[in-house]
């Protein structure tokens, strides 16, 4: 379980199902790995792999969002709480048609922190704690 101001987190997006909007097929979507890009592709970001039916798909975090975050907020963006906003960002992503097919989508500061947001307010993910 992930705490984050007042806010119950259980994890949704690690292992999920999605409707691909085109074809109407549902996607099963299993988290498999957090990896700072800095090291890998020397890009300012937190790279999230999962699998997407078997098919490897990257979400990239940008840093510059954990910054902006802490300023807001006081609070930090966790692994844990990254893997969810990639999560729940990819199953937007497939469910809207957006970028079928893609194996890397890279969000940027505000994608980042609405898909946070999002978090915090969806009723089947936070409870009142």
Not at 7 to 14: A, E, G, K, N
Request: proline share 3%; glycine share 4%; net charge negative.
């Amino acid at each position: 379980m992930l705490c984050l101001v007042g806010i119950v987190f259980v994890s949704m997006y690690q292992d999920f199902h999605a409707r691909d909007r085109w074809t109407k097929k549902d996607v099963h979507c299993i988290y498999q790995a957090l990896i700072v890009a800095v090291a890998t592709r020397h890009a300012d970001a937190v790279d999230i792999k999962f699998l997407v039916d078997g098919r490897p798909v990257w979400v990239a975090l940008p840093l510059p969002a954990w910054v902006e975050y802490k300023n807001r907020t006081n609070q930090s963006i966790t692994d844990s709480l990254a893997i969810e906003i990639a999560g729940h960002y990819l199953k937007t992503a497939l469910e809207s048609g957006e970028g079928v097919g893609r194996e890397m989508y890279s969000l940027t500061v505000d994608e980042t922190l609405k898909h946070l947001d999002a978090l915090v307010n969806e009723p089947a993910l936070a409870a009142k704690a």
